[in-house]
Nanobody, 122 residues
Framework: QPQLKESGGGLVQPGGNLRLSCEAPRFMTDNYAIGWFRQAPGKEREGISCVGKYNTFYIDAVKGRFTTSIDNAENTVYLQMNALKPEDTAVYYC?????????????????WGQGTQVTVSA
């Protein structure tokens, strides 16, 4: 089972920025869609963003603040998170699914990382 590995989480003050990284096998960054998900304490996992060869998507709660991008040379997908809010506190996961179109429906993703904690607090 190919593994995805997230990094870049941490503690940041409200209004601060973080960049999450998702290292993936080369064939995934070339041919798969990558999704970003998060799960806050006591809440269900939610899809927040995704990137595929033909589309990119953000939910309204992060649109304009978060940006996802793919660096094929580094086999890494990034989630740049700006203007962070306390409600962004969660464990963040990246996931991969075959195909060129992405979705934030987590049930369609086959490969998941272990997650990285993001805490936004003063």
């Amino acid at each position: 089972q190919p593994q995805l590995k997230e990094s870049g989480g941490g503690l940041v003050q409200p209004g601060g920025n973080l960049r999450l990284s998702c290292e993936a096998p080369r064939f995934m960054t070339d041919n798969y869609a990558i999704g970003w998900f998060r799960q806050a304490p006591g809440k269900e996992r939610e899809g927040i963003s995704c990137v595929g060869k033909y589309n990119t998507f953000y939910i309204d709660a992060v649109k304009g603040r978060f940006t996802t991008s793919i660096d094929n040379a580094e086999n890494t997908v990034y989630l740049q998170m700006n203007a962070l809010k306390p409600e962004d506190t969660a464990v963040y996961y990246c996931a991969a699914r075959s195909g060129y179109f992405c979705t934030i429906d987590g049930s369609s993703y086959d490969h998941w990382g272990q997650g990285t904690q993001v805490t936004v607090s003063a």
